[in-house]
């Protein structure tokens, strides 16, 4: 009987940790493709729906080598530059990401760049930045076991 009760505390323990590293290649581009699609649809007159091909990148899991995914896209003259910023930081604050903002002036005819960038355990990596002249969202994938020349 005292086995079956800490089995059963050993599996409750274990389905109640939090996220976890995605698995696979699909699983980590899933993953970084829903995190864009939830902010182009923040403001669906501002930004292009469609979701761009990614970018492979190098990186390491586990001392091996790996593979990272970024999406980037980008939209000219943003209605209200600050306010896309100030949405989407909002939105990721919602999702558990902890933010790092800056602001910052530049010439008159780009005005103030304000940035968000966005980080969370198990999540991907997420940023943006707008100012008048143009604006930019970027999410890179959790980097997972793959060979990134296979993906190039």
């Keep these: 009987m005292l086995l079956s009760v800490a089995g059963v505390a050993a599996l409750s323990a274990s389905s109640s940790a ?9 699983a980590a581009k899933a993953q970084a493709v829903s995190e864009l699609r939830s902010v182009l649809a923040l403001a ?7 979701v761009p091909s990614p ?3 190098d990186c390491e899991v586990d001392g091996r080598k790996a593979v990272q995914f970024s999406y980037f896209v980008e939209a000219l003259r943003p209605a209200d530059p600050e306010a896309l910023v100030g ?27 304000s940035a968000v960038v966005a ?9 943006i930045a707008a100012a008048k002249v143009r604006a930019h969202v970027s999410v890179d994938s959790l980097c997972v076991a793959g060979d990134p020349d ?3």
């Design 55 to 57: 970018v492979a990148n």
């Design 150 to 152: 296979h993906h190039r």
């Design 44 to 50: 669906p007159y501002t930004w292009p729906q469609n």
């Design 119 to 127: 980080r969370a355990d198990v999540k991907p990596r997420a940023s």
């Design 87 to 113: 949405q989407t930081g909002a939105h990721w604050k919602r999702e558990g990401y902890e933010l790092s903002t800056t602001r910052t002036e530049m010439d008159p005819e780009t005005g103030t760049v």
């Design 18 to 26: 939090g996220p976890t590293r995605p698995a696979s290649v699909d």
